[in-house]
């Protein structure tokens, strides 16, 4: 079955950098979609990246451009997001997700996206 699994999550002072990785198994991975999504406590859901299939299209939320990058290693079934400049209002659980369709135009809505890591902890403090 379909798997993601994230890793990178931690804490960080405001300014400092992170990276996340989510694997995939169970699935051909270069045919999908992926996003990073993120929730805070006390907050819903929301879009933080995604990457298009083929790599050759990117989203990000207003909120991390500039800052963030996504990026993805057909290789290895991995799919990044680098996280710069760090601030106190990032910290949230931050999921990897995989869209529910192949081979078709990025989304960047959470209801697109059918596949669901357990998530990571960003806490980046003042």
């Known amino acids: 079955q379909v798997q993601l699994v994230e890793s990178g999550g931690g804490l960080v002072q405001a300014g400092g950098s992170l990276r996340l990785s989510c694997i995939g198994s169970?699935?051909?991975?270069?045919?999908?979609?992926m996003g990073w999504f993120r929730q805070a406590p006390g907050k819903e859901r929301e879009f933080v990246a995604a990457i298009s299939w083929d790599g050759g299209t990117t989203s990000y939320a207003d909120s991390v451009k500039g800052r963030f990058a996504i990026s993805r290693d057909g290789a290895k079934n991995t799919v990044y997001l680098q996280m710069n400049s760090l601030k106190p209002e990032d910290t949230a659980v931050y999921y990897c997700?995989?869209?529910?369709?192949?081979?078709?135009?990025?989304?960047?809505?959470?209801?697109?996206?059918?596949?669901w890591g357990q998530g990571t902890q960003v806490t980046v403090s003042s």
């Open positions: 997700a995989r869209d529910r369709t192949l081979l078709r135009a990025l989304r960047v809505g959470a209801d697109e996206y059918g596949y």
């Open positions: 169970g699935h051909t991975f270069s045919n999908y979609n």
